[in-house]
Structures are given as structure tokens and as C-alpha cells.
């Protein structure tokens, strides 16, 4: 009996999180048909080291003059004292400037830890295996799955990625960037950010739902525009949510299952803002 639960267990945990990835498949546009080239080199090589940082001019030996006089000694510098008489107190010694943190240090990018070949042991040691779990998270329909877990207790850093071998942790499926996590996704996408704004990222305006039961509607396809191809061949979904005030007619205008573009003035009409971003492969 325990076999067959163990196994049943299993056999859930398997449909969840193919359920899962179905649905992120739905909310992620289709893949993208060719890498970005890579950004063309700054004209003109760095100067060298030897230009950028020149070697002191010697200065020029001048003629020795007869001396007719000896010079007067020169005056040592009185001593720095305070109002009392007593010796003033020697002047702090400057600080070293203190080191800056790692620019682009919450942001996921489809290589390195988070391309497609990357794996859970990849991330402890990129991460520190202190700031890595392994757990369940939520899936579709209130369901659980199993996924890595970047800083599970700090929920501004909280990132979860599922694999498509979970048996050996290996394999990118979906990043995905929900609840208060500041983590950035590629080409600067951010939760918060609002329909305007990711249209313009875009550069056209692009198809999404219709809202649904709670308020949220997802991209179905970003028409061929900027955010349908993403370097290192990953591509990216967005689920929005409606502002919490606004009209309720407003609402009702865009729920159900029509398809509306992002310029639409009846979408807009409710200010969704990013809740939610799945990168996936």
C-alpha cells in the first residue's frame, strides 16, 4: 500500500507539473526565430595602458649657479594646537571608497545560470547553497510542484525555477517572477511595470485575455514585436492584473475570453500593471 501511494504521489506531482508547463507554453508567445546579434564592438581600440595612465616627465637639469650666499634655514611648521594649549589631535586617515555591489545582480538573463543547459547545483554555486532550495511551490489549480528556490525567505529576491528533469534537477523549463521578487527579466522587464510601458518595450501594441475570474488577464502573442525574440533563445510570457479600483463597468468590459490588443481603449481603461513573468525555453 505504501508503494502504490508513493507511486500515486508521483504520478500527481508528474501531471502538475506538465500542467504547469502547459500553461506557461499558453501564456509564452511562440519561440524566437533567431538569436539578437551581439552589439557591434565601440569604434576606435582602447588607448593602452601606457596612454591612458602616461609615464611622469622628467624634468630638466638646470645649470648649477655659484652660491654666494648660504640660505636661510627654512622654519619648521609650528605644531597644531587647541584653544587649552594642548596638541590638536592628528587628522583622521581617509577611508577607502567602499567597493560597489555587482551591477546587474538581480537580473535573469537566458545564459549563464539561467540558459537553457543550467541545472540546480549550477545556481547553489553561483548563489551560495545557503541562499538555494529545493521545494514546492505553487502550481496550476492550487496544486504543488517541485522547483529551486533562489532566496526563499526573502521574498524581494525570490525567484523559482522548474526543470524538465526534475530527477536530476537539470534542464530549463520556466523562471518564473511573481509576488514582490525584483528580479528584472530580460530587456529590463520588471513586475509593476504597466501596459503602456511594456507595449513600448514591445514596440507595437500586442494581444492579450480578457480578464478573468480574478481580475488577471495574460499575453497571448506579441505580434512579431521586440519582446517576441529574446537573446539566448528563451522567450517570455506576462500575466497583468486590473487595477484594484478600477470601475467595476470597466472590468466588465474585458472579462471573459475575447482577445483584446494592448492598445485598446477599453483594456486600458482598467491600468493593468506585470504581475507575474515566466521566461521559458
Same mark, same amino acid.
Given at each position: 500500500?505504501?508503494?502504490?501511494?508513493?507511486?500515486?504521489?508521483?504520478?500527481?506531482?508528474?501531471?502538475?507539473?506538465?500542467?504547469?508547463?502547459?500553461?506557461?507554453?499558453?501564456?509564452?508567445?511562440?519561440?524566437?526565430?533567431?538569436?539578437?546579434?551581439?552589439?557591434?564592438?565601440?569604434?576606435?581600440?582602447?588607448?593602452?595602458?601606457?596612454?591612458?595612465?602616461?609615464?611622469?616627465?622628467?624634468?630638466?637639469?638646470?645649470?648649477?649657479?655659484?652660491?654666494?650666499?648660504?640660505?636661510?634655514?627654512?622654519?619648521?611648521?609650528?605644531?597644531?594646537?587647541?584653544?587649552?594649549?594642548?596638541?590638536?589631535?592628528?587628522?583622521?586617515?581617509?577611508?577607502?571608497?567602499?567597493?560597489?555591489?555587482?551591477?546587474?545582480?538581480?537580473?535573469?538573463?537566458?545564459?549563464?545560470?539561467?540558459?537553457?543547459?543550467?541545472?540546480?547545483?549550477?545556481?547553489?554555486?553561483?548563489?551560495?547553497?545557503?541562499?538555494?532550495?529545493?521545494?514546492?511551490?505553487?502550481?496550476?489549480?492550487?496544486?504543488?510542484?517541485?522547483?529551486?528556490?533562489?532566496?526563499?525567505?526573502?521574498?524581494?529576491? $525570490?525567484?523559482?525555477?522548474?526543470?524538465?528533469?526534475?530527477?536530476? $534537477?537539470?534542464?530549463?523549463?520556466?523562471?518564473?517572477?511573481?509576488?514582490?521578487?525584483?528580479?528584472?527579466?530580460?530587456?529590463?522587464?520588471?513586475?509593476?511595470?504597466?501596459?503602456?510601458?511594456?507595449?513600448?518595450?514591445?514596440?507595437?501594441?500586442?494581444?492579450?485575455?480578457?480578464?478573468?475570474?480574478?481580475?488577471?488577464?495574460?499575453?497571448?502573442?506579441?505580434?512579431?514585436?521586440?519582446?517576441?525574440?529574446?537573446?539566448?533563445?528563451?522567450?517570455?510570457?506576462?500575466?497583468?492584473?486590473?487595477?484594484?479600483?478600477?470601475?467595476?463597468?470597466?472590468?466588465?468590459?474585458?472579462?471573459?475570453?475575447?482577445?483584446?490588443?494592448?492598445?485598446?481603449?477599453?483594456?486600458?481603461?482598467?491600468?493593468?500593471?506585470?504581475?507575474?513573468?515566466?521566461?521559458?525555453?
Amino acid at each position: 500500500m505504501k508503494k502504490r501511494a508513493a507511486s500515486q504521489r508521483a504520478a500527481n506531482q508528474s501531471a502538475a507539473r506538465m500542467g504547469l508547463a502547459a500553461a506557461a507554453l499558453l501564456m509564452l508567445p511562440e519561440f524566437a526565430a533567431a538569436q539578437f546579434p551581439p552589439p557591434p564592438p565601440p569604434a576606435g581600440s582602447a588607448p593602452a595602458v601606457r596612454d591612458r595612465w602616461p609615464e611622469t616627465q622628467r624634468p630638466q637639469a638646470e645649470p648649477i649657479q655659484p652660491q654666494t650666499q648660504k640660505p636661510a634655514p627654512a622654519r619648521r611648521p609650528q605644531a597644531q594646537t587647541n584653544p587649552d594649549g594642548s596638541p590638536a589631535a592628528k587628522p583622521a586617515p581617509k577611508q577607502a571608497a567602499q567597493p560597489r555591489p555587482p551591477a546587474g545582480a538581480n537580473v535573469v538573463a537566458c545564459t549563464g545560470v539561467f540558459a537553457k543547459d543550467s541545472t540546480h547545483l549550477k545556481i547553489a554555486i553561483k548563489y551560495d547553497s545557503r541562499n538555494v532550495a529545493y521545494g514546492p511551490v505553487d502550481g496550476p489549480d492550487g496544486s504543488k510542484i517541485s522547483a529551486t528556490i533562489l532566496f526563499p525567505n526573502d521574498p524581494k529576491r $525570490r525567484l523559482e525555477v522548474l526543470w524538465n528533469n526534475e530527477g536530476s $534537477r537539470a534542464d530549463t523549463s520556466v523562471i518564473a517572477i511573481n509576488g514582490r521578487s525584483q528580479w528584472v527579466a530580460p530587456k529590463g522587464l520588471k513586475l509593476g511595470t504597466p501596459l503602456a510601458a511594456l507595449e513600448k518595450s514591445n514596440g507595437k501594441p500586442f494581444k492579450l485575455t480578457g480578464l478573468a475570474a480574478d481580475g488577471t488577464a495574460s499575453v497571448v502573442s506579441w505580434d512579431g514585436g521586440g519582446l517576441s525574440s529574446l537573446p539566448g533563445g528563451c522567450k517570455v510570457g506576462m500575466r497583468l492584473a486590473a487595477d484594484a479600483k478600477a470601475p467595476e463597468d470597466a472590468r466588465k468590459a474585458v472579462a471573459g475570453g475575447k482577445e483584446f490588443l494592448s492598445s485598446d481603449a477599453a483594456i486600458r481603461a482598467v491600468r493593468p500593471t506585470v504581475v507575474e513573468i515566466l521566461i521559458g525555453y
